[in-house]
């Protein structure tokens, strides 16, 4: 079961185009979250969102570019990126009040660039 | 810095029990969690620790020694769908996890 909607779910941009991901969450949950994951290597969380608010970003490069409208809604710009971004890029939500924290997690955007 | 250990990859046999090992070393803890990521798809959450000791849900379950840095899942009775990666992730202190880069495991007949 998830209840966090990624779109699109396969993109391939060259480095000079300009494109978005977005996510919807469906859970009423508070905070919401990008996260790149490349083959081997750890979940790297790109950019956090409160209640709206923007509380973290992991010294992501300026060619990726949040935007969060609402608790619901995320978005990731892309453009003029590197071949080195091409990765799955992955949405999450969790209720970061009471406690339980776990992230629920959309099913991703597998990102080519050529 | 921070740091979350466990295997690469592990194989098992359908019908058995594997243990997949997780060790941290993170500026501070507000628990730990495992998640389930089959090929292609979104990590799905299988447990939460916080306390010291096991916890048991159906066929899997997850220990906690948090003087040890140190937590593991145990997968019992073990089906050819459980074959996935299994990701270990510690909360910080800041609410933030930590992950490690996960246990790919593979189940044989």
Not at chain 1, 53 to 60: G, H
Not at chain 2, 75 to 82: G, I, P, S
């Amino acid at each position: 079961e998830t209840g966090v909607t990624q779109t699109p779910r396969h993109l391939v941009m060259g480095m000079t185009n300009k494109k978005s991901l977005k996510c919807e969450q469906h859970l009423g949950h508070n905070a919401m979250y990008w996260y790149k994951q490349s083959a081997k290597k750890p979940l790297e969380l790109m950019f956090v969102y409160n209640f709206k608010e923007q509380t973290e970003n992991n010294s992501v490069p300026s060619r990726f570019s949040p935007e969060c409208p609402n608790s619901s809604h995320l978005f990731l710009h892309l453009h003029t990126l590197q071949p080195e971004d091409s990765a799955l890029y992955l949405c999450a939500s969790s209720q970061m009040t009471g406690s339980s924290y776990e992230q629920y997690f959309g099913p991703g955007t597998r990102l080519t660039v050529t | 810095g921070q740091n979350i250990d466990q295997p690469t990859e592990m194989t098992a046999t359908e019908g058995a029990i594997v243990q997949i090992n997780c060790t941290y070393q993170t500026s501070g803890f507000n628990g730990l969690f495992w998640y389930q990521q089959h090929a292609g798809e979104a990590p799905t959450f299988l447990s939460y620790n916080v306390l010291d000791g096991l916890e048991e849900k159906g066929r899997f379950s997850s220990f906690l020694s948090r003087s040890k840095g140190y937590s593991y899942l145990l997968l019992k009775e073990l089906q050819m769908k459980d074959s996935a990666s299994y990701l270990c992730a510690v909360m910080d202190s800041n609410y933030q996890l930590i992950w490690g880069a996960g246990t790919k495991l593979i189940i044989k007949p």
